[in-house]
């Protein structure tokens, strides 16, 4: 009878954890989705780098490139998508207010087809899916991201 009561009270309290650990993690994300909202016109700088070159934009030469509105269409990423894109992303764009980082978006590289996944408005041509560093978020506005990244093409 011990036994089954311990048995129990072990997985109440890892329910107990799973549940906290959740609710943590969607509050954090969501105070972090509320601070870029508010500070995005705050944005005046901005860093692109893949594994050999790196690029860095301030001021007006930035202003191109900042999304007014980066989480408008947002989706959740799931693990199942981990197995179609490489470990490592390809390019990392960091946005920064006065020197400090507001957030991260990192471009990961696809090795499968991904036509038949959810996640085709959150790719970049078709191969690139644009995550948010950090977090379990995809971004789908990345008009810019895109311009972005022929520029910093046109900079190697």
Do not use: C
């Amino acid at each position: 009878m011990k036994k089954r009561w311990t048995i129990f009270a072990l997985i109440l309290i890892a329910v107990g954890v799973y549940t906290y650990t959740s609710y943590t993690q969607n509050s954090k994300e969501e105070k972090e989705i509320e601070q870029v909202l508010n500070e995005i016109n705050q944005v005046n700088e901005i860093v692109i780098s893949n594994k050999d070159h790196t690029v860095e934009l301030t001021g007006k030469d930035a202003a191109p490139f900042i999304e007014k509105k980066p989480l408008v269409n947002i989706a959740k990423y799931e693990r199942k998508y981990g197995s179609y894109f490489e470990k490592e992303p390809t390019f990392t764009i960091q946005y920064k207010m006065n020197g400090k980082a507001l957030y991260t978006v990192e471009l990961f590289q696809s090795k499968k087809s991904v036509t038949s996944l959810d996640i085709n408005p959150y790719l970049i041509n078709e191969h690139l899916l644009v995550k948010w560093q950090g977090n379990h978020i995809l971004f789908s506005q990345h008009e810019k991201i895109e311009s972005l990244i022929e520029f910093f093409h046109t900079k190697e």
